[in-house]
C-alpha cells in the first residue's frame, strides 16, 4: 500500500467503492485523512462500513470542510452529465481528483526521481503495461505493476529510487490527474472510444494527450491521425519523442516489419525478432512490443536482455489467449475484444480457417468495418443480443448459425473444426460486443470459454 500522506489531517470525499475505490479509502486512513466514502450502491456502503470507514452520504455533509472529492475513473465526471457527486464539490469550489492523482503527489513527495512508466492508447494498454513490466522483471529490475490493469495504483508497493512503477491509465484517470508527469509516457494509438463519457472524438484524443505532453519522454504509435497530430506537437515543443510504426519507415523511431523491429535513423538496426512468440500474436502486439521495447531501452536495458524476456513473456488472459487444442484446432480465447476494432487485430492474426464466435451485448457500429476479413472465417457462430444484428451483416458473406449460448458456439465450432479440410483450424471467441447480456464482465466471459473448450474431446493443453 501506499499511504496518501498528502491529506493527512484534512477532510476528504470519496465516491465510488469498487475496487480501486476501496483500496483508495484504505490509502487514505492510513495515512491520516478523515474520509468521507459514498456509492450508489448499497451492497458497496455496507461492505465500507464493515471495513471500518465512515460512509455517509455526500448528498448530507458539509462540504465546506472537505479538501477534495477522491471520484473514482467509473463515475462520470463530465458526460453525459456529470454526477450527481461532482457537482456539488464544484458548488463547493472543492478540487475533484482520482487515485492516479494521488499516487503522482505521493511520488513527487517521497521519490521524485523514481521511475514511473505511464501506459494509454485505445487499444493495447494491458499486453504493453504487463509487457514492459516483464521484461524488466526479467532483467532483474523491482518492478510495481498495476493501475488500471490488475492492481490499484495506490495497492503497490510505494514509489522508490530502486523500483520502477509500470501503471496502466485509462483516459477517465488521465482526466482525474492534473499532476500527471511520468518519466515516460507511452500512447499508443486513438480510435473512437468511450465517446459518450467524453464527448467526441477530439476531446478524448486531448485526454490522452496529456500524459505524454507531461512526461519526460514519450513514446508514441504514428500510425493513426490523432497519435501523428499529437507526435508532431510534442516535437515542436522540444519534447524528447520516440515514434512508432507499423505502416512505414521512419526517418527516425522504432519500425516493425513483419515479426521484426527496428531501431530507425537513417539504416535500420534489428533490436528483436518477434518470431515464434505465440503470446505476441499479430500485428497489434508488435505495436505493443516495440513500445516496450523503446521503453526499456530509455531505461537502460540491453537488447539481449529484451530479446530474452520477449520469449518468455506469456500474455494475458483474454487476449489472443492461445487455451489449447480441441484435435487439430486451436482454441483462441479472446474475450477483451468487446469492439470491432479489437476484433480486427484478432481476425488478421489468422489467414484462413477461423471458425469466429462472437455476440453479446452490441456497440456502435457493429461488425460491418470487418467485412474486408470476412474471407478469413470459416463459419461463424453467434450469441447474445447483437446475434440477429450481426446476423444481417454477415449473410450472403459468411457462413453462420445463431447458437445463442456461448456454451452451443462452442460445441458447434469444436464438430465444425475438426471436422474441416484446414490444416491447423481456429476456434476464435473474439465477441466484437460487451458481456453484460450473459456475462458480468469479459474476465468471466473468456474463463468460460476456456473452461468448454478443456472439456471438449481431444483437447490438449500447449
Not at 477522491?70 to 456529470?82: E, F, K, M, R, Y
Not at 481528483?97 to 503522482?104: A, M, N, P, S
Not at 504509435?221 to 508532431?232: M, N, P, Q, R, Y
Not at 527516425?252 to 530507425?264: C, D
Request: hydrophobic residues 45%.
Amino acid at each position: 500500500m501506499i499511504p496518501v500522506e498528502t491529506f493527512r489531517g484534512r477532510q476528504v470525499a470519496l465516491f465510488g467503492l469498487g475496487g480501486s475505490g476501496m483500496a483508495t479509502a484504505e490509502a487514505l486512513r492510513a495515512g491520516g485523512a478523515a474520509t468521507i466514502v459514498w456509492d450508489d450502491s448499497e451492497a458497496a456502503i455496507t461492505k465500507a462500513r464493515a471495513a471500518g470507514l465512515d460512509a455517509r452520504d455526500l448528498r448530507e455533509i458539509d462540504w465546506a470542510g472537505i479538501a477534495a472529492l477522491i471520484l473514482s475513473p467509473g463515475v462520470p465526471l463530465t458526460h453525459p452529465a456529470p454526477h450527481w457527486s461532482v457537482t456539488r464539490a464544484q458548488a463547493a469550489g472543492v478540487e475533484i481528483i482520482g487515485d492516479i492523482e494521488l499516487f503522482c503527489r505521493e511520488r513527487r513527495r517521497i521519490a521524485p526521481a523514481s521511475s514511473f512508466i505511464a501506459v494509454t492508447g485505445t487499444n493495447g494498454k494491458s499486453t504493453t503495461t504487463a509487457l514492459i513490466a516483464h521484461l524488466l522483471g526479467a532483467a532483474g529490475r523491482e518492478v510495481a505493476m498495476g493501475g488500471n490493469i490488475g492492481t490499484p495504483v495506490l495497492a503497490l508497493a510505494p514509489p522508490d529510487p530502486g523500483r520502477v512503477h509500470v501503471i496502466e491509465v485509462s483516459s477517465y484517470q488521465i482526466d482525474l490527474a492534473p499532476a500527471l508527469a511520468p518519466t515516460i509516457g507511452i500512447l499508443l494509438n486513438l480510435t473512437p472510444d468511450h465517446l459518450d463519457r467524453h464527448g467526441d472524438m477530439e476531446r478524448y484524443a486531448a485526454i490522452k494527450e496529456r500524459l505524454v505532453q507531461a512526461a519526460d519522454a514519450a513514446i508514441i504509435g504514428v500510425d493513426d491521425d490523432h497519435c501523428e497530430a499529437i507526435a508532431v506537437r510534442l516535437e515542436h515543443s522540444g519534447k524528447p519523442t520516440i515514434r512508432i510504426s507499423l505502416a512505414e519507415t521512419l526517418g527516425a523511431g522504432i519500425h516493425v516489419r513483419g515479426r521484426e523491429i527496428f531501431a530507425w535513423r537513417g539504416h535500420g538496426r534489428k533490436l528483436a525478432d518477434l518470431t515464434g512468440i505465440a503470446a505476441l500474436r499479430g500485428d497489434h502486439n508488435a505495436q505493443n512490443a516495440a513500445a516496450a521495447i523503446a521503453a526499456c531501452l530509455r531505461l537502460g536495458l540491453t537488447e539481449a536482455e529484451i530479446q530474452a524476456g520477449l520469449r518468455t513473456f506469456p500474455g494475458l488472459p483474454h487476449r489472443l489467449e492461445q487455451v489449447g487444442r480441441i484435435g487439430r484446432a486451436l482454441a483462441i480465447n479472446d474475450s477483451k475484444a468487446t469492439n470491432a476494432d479489437s476484433t480486427e487485430k484478432a481476425l488478421l492474426a489468422f489467414a484462413q480457417g477461423v471458425f469466429w464466435i462472437l455476440g453479446g451485448k452490441p456497440k456502435a457500429g457493429g461488425i460491418e468495418s470487418l467485412r474486408p476479413l470476412f474471407g478469413r472465417v470459416a463459419r461463424a457462430y453467434l450469441i447474445g443480443e447483437a446475434a440477429p444484428a450481426f446476423a444481417e451483416t454477415l449473410r450472403g458473406a459468411v457462413p453462420f448459425e445463431i447458437a445463442g449460448t456461448l456454451e452451443a458456439a462452442v460445441a458447434a465450432a469444436a464438430r465444425d473444426a475438426m471436422t474441416s479440410d484446414f490444416n491447423e483450424p481456429v476456434i476464435l471467441l473474439s465477441p466484437s460486443c460487451a458481456s453484460f447480456d450473459q456475462f458480468p464482465n469479459f474476465e468471466v466471459r473468456g474463463q468460460r470459454f476456456c473452461e468448454l473448450a478443456a472439456a471438449m474431446p481431444g483437447f490438449s493443453a500447449v
